[in-house]
Every structure is written in C-alpha cells, then in structure tokens.
C-alpha cells in the first residue's frame, strides 16, 4: 500500500472499532496517535482495559481529549502530528439511548465531528475517514440500501440524525479542501471488546451467566452482523482511496437475533433462558447492505461466518470473564 507518511490520528481510540484499528495499524508499522474522552456511556472498565493494551505499544501515543470542546482541536494543533490521515471513529452510539440523551448525542456526533472537520482543514490532513453507520438508512426490508441514494431524508432516530448530520457538516466544511471526505458506514459490528450495549456480547453475557436473556421483541429482527476483523480491513483499504467517498460495510447476509441466541447456545452449550420484552422504540426489522460499491472499488467483501464470528467472541469472553461478567450490560 502507497502511504504519505506512517502518523495517524484515531479518535475514539479506546472504543470498540477504534482500539482494534489502531491495533491493527500499529502492526503494521504506523505511528498512531490516539484520542478518546473515556466518557461513561457505557461502562468505563471495558474502555480502560482497551487503553490499556494499546499503551503497551511504544507507538502508540494518547491523549484524553472531548472533540465536542473547540480547545481540544486547538489542543491537537499543538501536537504538532504531521498526521496525513484522520480517522474519526469517536461517536455516542445507541438508537435506543439516543432519544434519552439528545443533546449528548448531538454533542459527539455533530458538534465534535465540525470540530474535527475544521482542524483537518486548518491543518491540511490529506484525508478525514468519518466513521458513520447503517442506522441512517431506516427499515430496508428486501432492498439493498445504496450509498447517496437511499439515505433517509428524515432518519428514524436521534442517532442517525446527528450521524448523518456529521456526514453533511464534514463534506460541506471541507468542500473545495485539500482535505479527501471518506465515510465508512458499518452495519452491525460485533467482536471481542465489542460494546456491552449491544445484543451479541449481551447474550454471550447473559447465557454464559445463566441469566435472563432479554429480547426487545420476538426476536425475528435481521441484522447485518459484521464481523470486527472485516471491518478493519475496509478500514485499512479506505485509507489509500484517491478521492472523497462513501462506503457500506457490512455483510452480506442477515441473521436474526433469535439465531444468534442459538449459535451462541452451540458454542456455550448452554441453553438460554430467553424473556420477550416490548419491541424498541423505532428499532428496524432489517438493515441490509448493497455492497456493489466497495467490491468494485476497494476489492473488499466480508470473509467472517457469523458462526465463526460468535466462536471468537465467546472465547474472549470466556478468556476475560472475571472483568467482564462484573461490566455493567445496558439494557434500555
């Protein structure tokens, strides 16, 4: 791969799908200047145990900054970086908990993502890759969602509102830029160090512990799991795409939560105690993603089974389980 130089910026480099990023470019040879403010949506140990094992690494610098505040990108000036590359993977993320903390939501996904818009245009970085996500598309039912074709004029929720509003604030600051504009929107993401607020590490969680699992709804939603590994290999092609853009990443193939609990329970051998709750507030009976784009243009496509995925993930769980069965599993 073709690389200006081997500095870059991660935000939210403590989160799920930026701690293994930067894991993954740090292997790779590149200096990685990480950025998170360590907020609590959710539990701060699983944040803190991510951080923990990037600071191991003598490339690996960090800085606990909010986004949201203007002095921290004028603090990231300071820094002096020389970064090429900026990947913004800091977000509050959540549809549910979304429409309980608006002005959070607003905050870290709109406020400090103009933020870091405007610092990649001060600075002259060659390319913001801004994490975005699949929630902006709605209910997809059997249709593809296409990227600048089906996106929701109106989104179904307060996060998808401020993640779409971040896309539009960072294209449009950064129009007629040097600054490329290059957003990846992820589908699902699950893996180990994944978020304790989502469904598949929740299961793991409540199966292992012989507790009630509980589902929003009968369970038959579909989703679009996709595997972490995958996700950062996009990542790691996005970076050297020569002009602004936008790219799904997610797999191929839907799965119901109700067949998730189930090969969670082949891979525990443990069975499930499952208990049915009133279905979520706007929660989508499948998001399915076309996929034609970043095939054709990057050569990328899934490769991780969703059986495959899950064994992964269990056996993490299982290898950290004295942390990780005391995390506190959000469930609103």
């Given at each position: 791969?073709?690389?200006?130089?081997?500095?870059?910026?991660?935000?939210?480099?403590?989160?799920?799908?930026?701690?293994?990023?930067?894991?993954?470019?740090?292997?790779?040879?590149?200096?990685?200047?990480?950025?998170?403010?360590?907020?609590?949506?959710?539990?701060?140990?699983?944040?803190?145990?991510?951080?923990?094992?990037?600071?191991?690494?003598?490339?690996?610098?960090?800085?606990?900054?909010?986004?949201?505040?203007?002095?921290?990108?004028?603090?990231?000036?300071?820094?002096?970086?020389?970064?090429?590359?900026?990947?913004?993977?800091?977000?509050?993320?959540?549809?549910?908990?979304?429409?309980?903390?608006?002005?959070?939501?607003?905050?870290?996904?709109?406020?400090?993502?103009?933020?870091?818009?405007?610092?990649?245009?001060?600075?002259?970085?060659?390319?913001?890759?801004?994490?975005?996500?699949?929630?902006?598309?709605?209910?997809?039912?059997?249709?593809?969602?296409?990227?600048?074709?089906?996106?929701?004029?109106?989104?179904?929720?307060?996060?998808?509102s401020t993640k779409l509003s971040g896309e539009?604030?960072?294209?449009?600051?950064?129009?007629?830029?040097?600054?490329?504009?290059?957003?990846?929107?992820?589908?699902?993401?699950?893996?180990?160090?994944?978020?304790?607020?989502?469904?598949?590490?929740?299961?793991?969680?409540?199966?292992?512990?012989?507790?009630?699992?509980?589902?929003?709804?009968?369970?038959?939603?579909?989703?679009?799991?996709?595997?972490?590994?995958?996700?950062?290999?996009?990542?790691?092609?996005?970076?050297?795409?020569?002009?602004?853009?936008?790219?799904?990443?997610?797999?191929?193939?839907?799965?119901?939560?109700?067949?998730?609990?189930?090969?969670?329970?082949?891979?525990?051998?443990?069975?499930?105690?499952?208990?049915?709750?009133?279905?979520?507030?706007?929660?989508?009976?499948?998001?399915?993603?076309?996929?034609?784009?970043?095939?054709?243009?990057?050569?990328?496509?899934?490769?991780?089974?969703?059986?495959?995925?899950?064994?992964?993930?269990?056996?993490?769980?299982?290898?950290?389980?004295?942390?990780?069965?005391?995390?506190?599993?959000?469930?609103?």
């Open positions: 791969m073709i690389v200006v130089n081997n500095k870059v910026i991660i935000s939210g480099s403590a989160g799920f799908i930026g701690f293994h990023l930067a894991k993954k470019l740090i292997n790779m040879g590149f200096d990685v200047i990480g950025v998170d403010s360590l907020n609590d949506a959710y539990d701060v140990r699983l944040k803190n145990l991510r951080l923990s094992q990037l600071n191991n690494n003598k490339n690996y610098e960090f800085h606990e900054l909010d986004l949201s505040d203007p002095n921290s990108t004028l603090q990231l000036q300071t820094l002096n970086t020389q970064a090429q590359t900026f990947y913004h993977m800091a977000a509050r993320a959540g549809v549910r908990q979304s429409f309980l903390e608006p002005y959070g939501y607003v905050l870290d996904n709109t406020v400090a993502t103009t933020n870091v818009a405007n610092f990649c245009k001060v600075t002259g970085v060659s390319s913001l890759i801004l994490a975005s996500t699949s929630s902006i598309y709605g209910d997809s039912g059997e249709n593809l969602m296409q990227e600048n074709k089906d996106e929701r004029i109106q989104p179904p929720s307060v996060y998808a539009i604030l960072a294209k449009t600051i950064l129009d007629e830029s040097d600054t490329k504009v290059l957003i990846p929107r992820f589908f699902t993401v699950y893996g180990p160090y994944g978020r304790p607020d989502m469904s598949i590490l929740r299961f793991i969680h409540w199966i292992i512990n012989k507790e009630e699992v509980q589902v929003f709804g009968n369970g038959e939603q579909r989703r679009s799991f996709t595997y972490v590994d995958d996700v950062i290999s996009a990542l790691v092609k996005v970076m050297n795409h020569n002009s602004s853009d936008t790219f799904n990443i997610g797999s191929n193939n839907t799965v119901s939560l109700n067949r998730v609990i189930e090969i969670i329970e082949e891979s525990t051998d443990i069975k499930s105690i499952v208990v049915n709750k009133e279905r979520a507030i706007k929660d989508p009976d499948v998001v399915k993603p076309d996929l034609s784009h970043i095939k054709k243009t990057l050569d990328w496509e899934p490769t991780t089974l969703i059986d495959q995925g899950v064994q992964k993930t269990v056996e993490w769980y299982l290898e950290n389980i004295e942390l990780l069965k005391s995390l506190n599993y959000i469930n609103k």
